[in-house]
DNA sequence: AAAATATATTAAAACGTTTCGATATAATAT
DNA sequence: ATATTATATCGAAACGTTTTAATATATTTT
């Protein structure tokens, strides 16, 4: 195995000159410099990382938290995200471990391996995560950064989707093709993002005066109990007992809008003609969907490069205030709507 | 930051000594043991993972390795072996270090980063993969394990699915329940699953005398291309212009029966009535998909776990004789079937 | 009773880096 | 010419462990 001493001795250097080199830092001269950097070509050296890690006291990882049923479901949309951190982390040498936690989380008890061992320099939390286990980490001065969600009243460094304008104009869309009576079905009322779904939502439609006395009661269908094909199925299967049925449904995401879609076709309806579905996300489903789903896209990966960058900065910096990146979305029309 | 000198010193003893307590080695009296021991859980102190592994010469990471579109491709297969090597990687202190590796890899220029650094002590293989990466890891001596795929006349360490007599078993309940002609849709062909799949099928109809003179020709649809929904919508489109139909189709995998199911119904045919259609993995959409899916599960936690397990006894022994683990499926009988 | 072995503890070296002064020379400012 | 400052290099300490070999005592075997 070659060392820093190999690469020193066969330079007619101290390893501490090899080391400035390996780091740019200090002064070495240009031809040191070079001879040093050939050498290091010729052996293949590669610094070890424990030994750099045990010298500079970093631990080189970051983790990657998500809630353990996120990471099983049918969507990969938390996969995108942590890919896009890979990506990005290949720039910067950090290596992301990856983990779940459970559902009824216990800082006490359920801390992740790389939380209690110390072995991360910050953290990633994707998506509804426990609060307890944020207020852990903020008690521990542990860097972190929250992606696709944030805590009401709490202001913590974070990566958000623009979901607001993302409803807005997919809303809008929909008005623009004719609609009039525009539904929105939703689950996990008290994810953050829902709730700027919604709003986005109610305002387009305040906006071009379609809100008529009682329409949110009747057209909209909202719980609080996570988001999933049965979420939609139900709220559609409520939603088409009113007199007056809706000629379109904004969904608060992909997965709703497909249970949505299944019970419209369900009771013999036509899409988009009858009514029109949009949902949120683009998950890959929504392409190969029948009939393809229309639906607001949200950049995974970029959202995943970009958490990556500002842990990052907060890593580097950590009395910087926190912050929050908003990430916009595109309004994919397929032929749901 | 507490550290081993502070144990030793509060225990009135060598570092040595907590050290051999902390790893349970060499010889020390059960009473210094117990008030070591006491003393580290007081302090709560966790030793430096990069000192100890500077010491140990080990990485304590092992590699996950899969191609890219595995990974973003819309199903969580991979995923869920994943998580399934993270869950029995939490007893053993491993971290796993995720990457993707692209279809045109080569070994000079694409390494992944934890082989370039060696920070990894082994490697788990993950679906079809460049075999230039394996004949590489193989060269180097790095021990590591393929999960869900073979190279066809090399025998390396690996964890199969029992591909065969899932097939076999599934195909035969199609059989019991009076199918006739039983058609056979599939992509990747040169994928030694898939080849195992179909053997299974093949198999079983000649036990039950159900292949005719011309039967698989007419009755096999295979292509060289990725599994996806396509393939088996263009599959069965193609069955449907035999004059005979066939009035049960078995898929090479979920992706593929998707794909068919949405072409029958295109076709205005009923399921199961007119044909039935059986899939293989049991991925999530599977169940939720209308009329639900029938196929073969695949039981992916346990694939990845045994794969971290068969892994770590390579590590462990890295002169082993290559072997191979199958994992037994079964068939699950929904609505399409 | 002596020799051999098992038990218990430790000092010191080693693992491969980074970093902090120290030292020496070269360039620039006074 | 002298004092500063910039450039270049290096020795040695430090990072927190594990491990080897040494030492000491207790137990067992001969």
Partial sequence: ???????????????????????????????????????????????????????TRKTGNIGYIIWENHF??????YSQIFLGMEYAARESDYYILLTTVKDDFDPKTDLPRFLKYNDVDGVVLAGRVP?????????????????DYGIPGKIYNSVLIDNYNGAFNAVESLIQSGRKRIAFVGGTFSHPSIKER???????????????????????????????????????????????????????????????????????????????????????TAAFNLPKLSTVRVPKLLLGKEAFKLLNDVIDNPRLPAQTRLISTEFIKRESS
């Avoid at 609060?131 to 992606?147: A, C, G, I, N, T």
Wanted: hydrophobic share 40%; proline share 4%.
């Fill in 1 to 55: 195995m070659v060392t820093i001493k190999d690469i020193a001795k066969k330079a007619n250097v101290s390893i501490s000159t090899v080391s400035l080199v390996l780091n740019n830092k200090g002064y070495v001269s240009p031809e040191t410099s070079e001879r040093i950097l050939n050498i290091i070509n010729d052996l293949n050296y590669k610094p070890l990382h424990s030994a750099r890690k045990l010298a």
């Fill in 198 to 284: 919604f709003r986005g939502y109610k305002e387009v439609l305040e906006s071009y005066n379609l809100i008529s006395d009682g329409h949110l009661k009747k057209y909209t269908h909202l719980e609080d109990a996570e988001t999933s094909r049965e979420i939609g199925e139900k709220g559609v299967s409520i939603l088409l007992t009113e007199k007056l049925l809706p000629d379109a449904i904004f969904c608060c995401n992909d997965t709703t809008a497909l249970g949505a879609l299944t019970e419209i076709q369900r009771k013999k309806l036509k899409i988009p003609q009858d009514i029109a579905v949009v949902g949120f996300d683009d998950i890959p």
């Fill in 131 to 147: 609060h307890s286990l944020v207020e852990y980490l903020d008690k521990q001065r542990m860097p972190f950064v929250l992606v």
């Fill in 72 to 77: 099983s479901e049918v969507e990969m949309f």
